[in-house]
């Protein structure tokens, strides 16, 4: 299990190429929560500018770190980070 602070520095490390693996969290309603892993080839990380919660930050400025990667069976798939996220890179 890696912490918040773990994975937001490994995220900050990958490189297109990297093999990783992702776990984190769906929430369906309120009470509902499945865990999910994924596992792929880091195409590329960025972190975007988001306007989701305008509302709640004065000077607009909320950003969402994602990594976008190739599956084994070459879907792509793009994952946002947050607290619940564990990342994983594999050898």
Known sequence: MTTEAQARQ????LQPGD??????EVKVGSSK???TKT???VVNTERRRQGLHYRRSVDDKVFADMIKLKRD???????TMDEFTELHRLS
């Open 39 to 41: 596992v792929g080839t």
């Open 19 to 24: 093999r990783v693996e992702v776990i984190h």
């Open 73 to 79: 069976d070459g879907e792509l798939t793009t994952i």
């Open 33 to 35: 929560t499945w865990s």
């Open 10 to 13: 490994l995220f900050t490390e």
